[in-house]
C-alpha cells in the first residue's frame, strides 16, 4: 500500500475531527463573533442625537396609539421606572389618564402642547412638553419631554411666601412710624409728642431687631455662616446667658434658676452663636411667663444611643456621642401641639395677641439652624396654660 497516497486523506480526517470537537466544545453562540456586530440601526423617526441619551430630562417617543417606541435613561429616573419600558403603554407605565389623553390628542391634532402632571404619594409635579413628528409614512410619533419641577415649584412658593411675610412684616411699623410722625409734625402739646417720639423709638428698634434676624437667616441659610468652634465652659456659658436677661425677667418679676453639675463637661461651640441661642430661648420663656413667674436652664451630660429612650420626646435620628442636653423650662402659656409643628418654621407666631412685646417670628428659626450647625437637634414638649420646655444638645469638647 502506498502510503503517500493516504496522507492527504489522513489530514482531511484529523481536520474533520478537530473542527467536529471544536464545534462541540464552543458552539456557535458561545463564540466571540470575529468582528463587533453592527449598532442597532436608530427608529427612522429618532434624531439620531447622544445629547437625547445624555439629557436629565425624560425623554420618549410614543405611538399615536399610546405605545412607547424609545427612550433615554433619565426617563426612568423622573417616571421611577424600573422594568422594561419600550412597547409598554403609557397607560401601563404611569397609570395617568390625563397623560395618555395629552399624548394620544398631540398626534391627532399634530401641534406642540404642555402640560402639567401632578402625582400624588409622594407628591411631585412634572412638566410635560409633546412634540408631534409626521414620519414619510404620514405616521405620527410623539416626542415627549418629561422634567421634574417639583423642587423648583417649592423654592418658587418658599420664595414667593417669604416675600408676602417680609411685605407683612414691614407694613405694619411702617404704618404706624407714619402716623406716630404725622402726630409729631402736628405739633401736639409736650407731652402727648414724647410719648410719640418714645413710640417711634420702639418701632424702630422693633423693625432693626426684623431686618437684623432676616439678615442673619439669610446668611445662614446661603451658607455663609461659618461657626468658630472652640472649647467653652458649659456653666459660664449659662451664667453669662442669665446675666444678660436678667433686666427684662427683673422687671416682670420672674426669676431664672441654673441647674448643672458643677464640673460639667465643657461644650465645643462657637461662644457667640450659642450665647444667642441661649439669650433667644430665655427672651421667649420670658416673654410667654407671666409675672412672677419662674424658669428654670438645666444642662447634663448625655450619652446616645444608650440613653435615648430615657429622654422622652428626642428626634430618634440623633446621632451617637457624649451631648450636652440643655433644657429652658417656663411655666407660661404653653404651646398647643398643631402650633408646636410647625414653630421651627420662619414667620411663623401662634398669637400676636399673648406675646409680652413683638417678634418676628423668626427666632426659633434661627436657634434651629444654629443648634444643627453645631450638630445638634432642638424639640420641644409643651402643655397649654402650664409651660413650655425646650430641649436641645450641643457636642461635648471630647466628641
Ligand atoms: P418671635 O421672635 O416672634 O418670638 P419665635 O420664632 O421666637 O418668634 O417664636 C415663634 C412663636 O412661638 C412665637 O410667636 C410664640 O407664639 C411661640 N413661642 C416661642 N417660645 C414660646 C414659649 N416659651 N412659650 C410659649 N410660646 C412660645
Known sequence: MNLDALYP??????????????????????????????????PPFLP?????EMLDIGVMYVSSDGVVLHHNPALRTVLR??????????MSLVR??????????TAKKRSNDEMQLHQRNPSRSMRVVARPMVLPSDDVVVMV??????QINQLERARRDMIVSISHELRTPLAALKILSDTIVSQPPPEIAQRMALRISDEVDALTRLVDDLHDLSQIEAGRIALQYAQHDTATLIAQAIERIHPQAETHHISIQAHHAD???PVMVDRGRLGQVLLNLLHNAVKFTPDGGSIDISA??????????????????HSEGEWVLF????????????HQARIFERFYKVDQARTRGSGTGLGLAIVRYLVEGHGGRIWLTSTVGSGTTFFFTIPTATL
Open 145 to 150: 419631554l418629561i422634567r421634574d419641577v417639583t
Open 263 to 265: 464640673d460639667i463637661a
Open 327 to 338: 433644657a429652658i423650662r417656663d411655666n407660661g402659656v404653653g404651646i398647643s401641639l398643631e
Open 96 to 105: 395617568d389618564h390625563q397623560l395618555d389623553e395629552f399624548v394620544r390628542d
Open 48 to 52: 439620531n442625537d447622544i445629547a437625547v
Open 9 to 42: 486523506w489522513l489530514f482531511t480526517g484529523a481536520a474533520i475531527v478537530w473542527l467536529v470537537i471544536t464545534w462541540q466544545q464552543n458552539p456557535p453562540e458561545r463564540r466571540a463573533p470575529l468582528t463587533p456586530p453592527p449598532a442597532p440601526e436608530p
Open 81 to 90: 421606572i424600573d422594568g422594561v419600558v419600550d412597547g409598554q403603554t403609557i
Open 300 to 317: 447634663r451630660v448625655i450619652q446616645l444611643p444608650a440613653e435615648s429612650a430615657e429622654t422622652a420626646g428626642m428626634p430618634i435620628d
